[in-house]
């Protein structure tokens, strides 16, 4: 069953908005995501296959998310809920993104420059929320898959340079800053008095929020949660900064 409005779904890659009484059914076995998830399994386990045991479970941590967050029926309740999408990017930028960054080789990081990562992973956060260029991904695949790629490509290198720079301070100063542009984008949308994303003002309604109360959830999730690992990462790389890890060792 899906919900009629003035916004077309026809082309969203996810379907058409969920309801609660259908959701648990939306699970998504499109051919060509389940074959990009067996193939990114395949090769990620053939080149890490001499590698840590840390690195290959980080991989591991990062398929299994992946595939959770576009099999399972939260694909569909993004189309229903914007925050539900944030929620979803949320877990691609500050959970997959930094597994992946653990799986991939450490000295990648060790002499990143963060300046152009911070200024990329930011851009796509900022650009993919606007309320057009949100809006565009619901009228064709691969502008969908654009922004989940784009979303999880810059935060994947942000993350590398994040956890593996050798200057700590450095990293420290890229978290805080990709912190706090987090958060004044979740600000904005949190005290936004009208909703700004037409695919979600007749879709809310089934879960029980008006779209503002919906946008409103959203941006706390971006302000509040999407900011602690950044902000844990900025604590961990002062304490490095300051040499007190080390003298705790």
């Known amino acids: 069953m899906a919900l009629a409005g003035p916004f077309s779904f026809d082309m969203s890659y996810c379907g058409q908005p969920a309801i609660p009484a259908d959701l648990w059914s939306r699970w998504n076995f499109e051919p060509g995501l389940l074959a990009g998830l067996i193939a990114v399994a395949l090769v990620g386990g053939f080149c890490l296959r001499d590698t840590s045991n840390v690195r290959r479970m980080a991989f591991l941590s990062a398929w299994l998310i992946a595939a959770i967050l576009f099999v399972s029926p939260l694909c569909a309740l993004t189309v229903s809920l914007f925050s539900a999408r944030v929620g979803h990017h949320v877990l691609l930028t500050m959970v997959v993104a930094p597994l992946l960054a653990l799986a991939l080789p450490k000295r990648l990081g060790e002499r990143h420059n963060l300046l152009l990562p911070v200024a990329l992973s930011t851009a796509a956060l900022w650009l993919w929320h606007s309320p057009d260029l949100y809006t565009s991904a ?32 450095s990293s420290a100063l890229g978290a805080l800053t990709s912190a706090i542009q987090m958060g004044m984008l979740g600000a904005l949308l949190v005290f936004a008095q009208n909703p700004l994303y037409l695919p979600h003002f007749t879709t809310s309604a089934a879960f029980g929020l008006s779209p503002v109360d919906d946008q409103q959830l959203g941006g706390l999730i971006m302000w509040v949660p999407a900011n602690l690992p950044l902000l844990a990462l900025v604590l961990w790389r002062l304490l490095d900064a300051l040499g007190i890890r080390q003298a705790a060792r």
């Open 138 to 169: 619901f009228t064709h695949p691969l502008i969908y898959w654009a922004m989940q790629f784009s979303l999880l490509a810059s935060f994947t290198w942000l993350w590398l340079g994040l956890l593996h720079s050798t200057a700590p301070m």
